[in-house]
């Protein structure tokens, strides 16, 4: 019985330890006599490793009593889209390599999340963004993708930083050589 108090307890915490996103909105799309209705949520927030690119999220929530009661699971339905948000995208391609989940929200008390994982795609200076959720047991193949890329806006004329090289909208502060990819 405790080491059972112990999971919900800290999947608590960490359902309290929230992302740095923004509330954009919400649609609601089942109503509940007792507590919050059904919904859809929309978040935004900014790239941590690419100044230039954000990202919105949106995702199915289960309300009525056992979202008050903290008890919900809610579906593995979302999707994602980012975009390009400011006149030059910035990154360091060493920082942007390996993939990186750059948002992550629980979806039920203790087994269930919700992530956006960021790939880079050294070849066509593009990003990939994938949202999808997972359990402990077994995860769900529903998914969304969004992709950015350096080509999809005019070339900036930000001046080349020492050692960097400029792709299209995209300044990059340490590039990979052709021997490292």
Request: net charge positive; hydrophobic share 35%; glycine share 8%.
């Amino acid at each position: 019985m405790k080491k059972y108090l112990l999971v919900v307890l800290g999947a608590m915490i960490l359902a309290a330890c929230g992302n740095d996103t923004d509330k954009i909105g919400r649609a609601s799309t089942v109503f509940h006599m007792l507590g919050k209705n059904d919904r859809i949520e929309v978040e935004g927030f900014d790239d941590p490793d690419v100044q230039g690119v954000a990202c919105y999220i949106s995702y199915a929530k289960k309300g009525g009593l056992k979202e008050t009661v903290n008890l919900e699971e809610d579906a593995s339905d979302a999707s994602v889209s980012c975009v390009q948000s400011a006149e030059v995208i910035r990154y360091n391609e060493s920082e942007v390599l390996k993939p990186r989940q750059v948002f992550k929200r629980s979806a039920s008390i203790a087994f269930k999340s919700q992530q956006i994982i960021r790939y880079y795609d050294p070849k066509r200076k593009s990003f990939a963004y994938l949202v999808y959720s997972d359990k402990i047991v077994q995860g769900s193949p529903k998914n969304s993708l969004s992709a950015v890329s350096c080509f999809a806006h005019a070339k900036t004329d930000t001046p080349v930083p020492a050692g960097g090289a400029v792709y299209g909208a995209c300044v990059v502060d340490a590039p990979i050589s052709d021997g490292q990819k």
